[in-house]
Structures are given as C-alpha cells and as structure tokens.
C-alpha cells in the first residue's frame, strides 16, 4: 500500500495515506476515469493536505504509451504441454492481426493467480493494457479482476457478459445459443437432452448455455430434468469422464449438448465404448466450433463463435479505455454449424 510519510511529500505518501497503489495516485491525479470517483477526490484531498505538487515533466514522461499490449492466457489442462485452450489459441491470430492493424506490439505470456500482472506489464510501463483469456472458476478469478479495476489497470477480457460487469468483458450470446442448440435437437425429435459442463456461478459462460438450453426445453413442452446434468470442464478428459457417468446411472437421454467441443469429443468417446450409436441412439452437439470438431467421426455439429471478430474487439476495447472514449459493444452473436452428430431433420 505505500510507506509512511518522510520529508517532502510524494505520490507514495499519497498512496499510504490513501490505501491505494502507487500507480492508481498517478492515474487519479492526472485524471483517469479508470480510478472511481470517490477514491479520486480522496487521493486529491490528500494531496491538497500535503501540499503536493505534480512534476509535469516527469508526469509526462510517465504518461507516454508503451504501444505495447500484454496478451496473458489463463493456464488449462491439456493432452499436451501447451497448457492453452485451443479456442483460445484460435483467437490469438485475430488478436495478432488486430495489433497489427493499429501498430501495436503484442506481449504474450501466462497469467497465474500468485502473480501480479499490472505490476508486470501496465506499470512497469511494458504494456498500455491487458487483454486475458481464460479464468478457470470464476468465483476465484472475480477477486483479481475487481483488484485489477480498483488499482485502476486497462484491461478487457473475454468471459461471460452481464449487465453487473465492469464494462470490460467481451463475449458472446451464450444463452441465446445455448437455446438455439436445444431448439436444434428438438426439430429433430430428442426429448432427453443432457447437458455435460458446469451450470453454476463457478463457470458463467456454461451456466448461460445451460439456461438457453433450458428455456428451448420449456417452450417445446418439456420440463429440464437436472438428472441429465453432468459438470465437466473444458477438457477431453473430463468429458470422457462425465458421459461414462451419466451412462453408468441408466438415466434415459437422446442428446447431449456439451459447453464445449472438447468436451464433447470425450463424451462421443464414451459413447462409441458404451455401444451407443452417434446420432442413431444420442444426437451430439458442442460448442466452439474448434478445428478438431469437423475431423471427428461422425464430424461434430457444434456453436461457431466469431473468433475473428472476438480479437478485434478486445482490442478495440482495450483502446477505448487507454484513450478515454467509448468501446464497442461487448456482445457478439455466434451461428451453429450442423453435421453429421446431430443427424438429420
């Protein structure tokens, strides 16, 4: 938080006597609409306390930009060592070409829960701004996002959008696809939908999709039945683990729709071993319309998200706040591709 109060004052004084960080003094006394208002007027009546003055040259040395955004992926579990949900490395190109469009340099590294990342990039002056992929289980990760708009740090995310966010968050219509999964699978005659992911506040954007696929259920006549639930994170793996569950309790079910393709190429895994024919006896849809999902047998119907225009948007974003204008808007809408998995209508 600072130290105490020596001689002539500084903007570390300033940030001791305030409960705030060093940098979040600086951006509130040059202005910054990042910091709150109320931390701002009480960073400013302390500086009116102690007198302090702000050196414009060296201010302005401070403000100068870096040009430079740090891109930090969120570790997951994966088959290999890359340790990157490939949806995520399928946005790095868009992210890559939208710097270069704008002349920006791009830092690409990992974040980590134990680290502090605006000390390591935003204000050490390496980068203007963050843009992060991936959290693991929200309720954990919140905590480092409000710490990270409380100091005052440029960053824009990709997530799950809702009306209580902090304005930084771009995604996608979950809910909206999730129904328009369930709607697929209805027209072609399932009534036993299960769904295979996480459906609490622990994963958000899961929890969207399940309700999309809830309210299709409901508007055809059909009561969810929270039987056919299985949560899963966003590996092979867990998929695997989570279909072989639900098969092993004899519960009755046509169609899986799972929050993810990973997951969902376990699951067909899990089928294929069980006997069950895909579509025949389960109808199967993912989410994410990654590489892999058109190489499975049969190829994976699955929620196409626009990646392209995902990393155009953060970064737009982004700039929005390291300039002080308005950002874009944070909803993008998604499209579902149909093949084989899902059978015919």
């Not at 929890?207 to 059909?222: E, K, P, S, V, W």
């Not at 989570?242 to 993810?260: E, M, P, R, V």
């Not at 196409?304 to 390291?322: F, P, S, Y």
Request: with cysteine; charged share 25%; net charge negative.
């Amino acid at each position: 938080m600072g130290r105490a109060p020596t001689g002539r004052p500084t903007s570390f004084d300033i940030a001791y006597l305030a409960g705030v960080s060093q940098p979040t003094v600086s951006r509130a006394l040059r202005g910054d609409r990042a910091v709150s208002q109320a931390t701002r007027e009480k960073i400013e009546k302390i500086a009116r306390e102690l007198n302090y003055t702000v050196d414009k040259n060296a201010s302005s040395l401070r403000s100068q930009r870096s040009n430079t955004i740090a891109l930090l992926f969120f570790e997951d579990p994966t088959p290999d060592e890359s340790m990157i949900n490939p949806f995520f490395l399928a946005m790095l190109g868009s992210i890559t070409r939208a710097c270069a469009n704008r002349g920006l340099d791009l830092l690409i590294s990992f974040q980590r829960m134990e680290d502090d990342w605006h000390v390591q990039y935003q204000d050490s002056h390496r980068a203007d701004g963050l843009i992060l992929l991936g959290y693991g289980d929200y309720t954990l990760y919140e905590e480092r996002l409000d710490q990270l708009h409380r100091q005052g740090t440029h960053f824009a995310r990709w997530g799950s959008v809702s009306s209580d966010d902090t304005g930084v968050t771009i995604g996608s219509d979950n809910h909206g696809a999730g129904r328009t999964a369930g709607e697929h699978l209805i027209e072609r005659g399932r009534k036993r939908i299960a769904f295979l992911g996480h459906s609490d506040e622990h994963y958000p954007e899961f929890a969207a999709r399940y309700q999309g696929l809830c309210d299709a259920l409901r508007a055809a006549g059909i009561e969810p039945d929270p039987k056919l639930c299985r949560d899963a994170i966003t590996t092979e793996a867990a998929g695997y683990a989570a279909a072989k569950d639900l098969i092993g309790s004899g519960a009755q079910f046509d169609a899986i729709f799972a929050a993810s393709d990973l997951i969902a190429i376990g699951a067909m895994r899990a089928l294929g071993e069980a006997g069950r024919s895909i579509p025949g006896d389960v109808a199967v849809v993912g989410f994410d319309d990654i590489p892999a999902a058109s190489l499975t047998r049969p190829p994976l119907t699955t929620v196409m998200q626009d990646v392209r225009g995902a990393g155009e948007r953060l970064v737009e974003t982004l700039l929005a706040q390291i300039e002080e204008r308005d950002g874009p808007d944070t909803r993008l809408p998604t499209r579902l591709v149909v093949r084989d998995s899902s059978g015919s209508a």
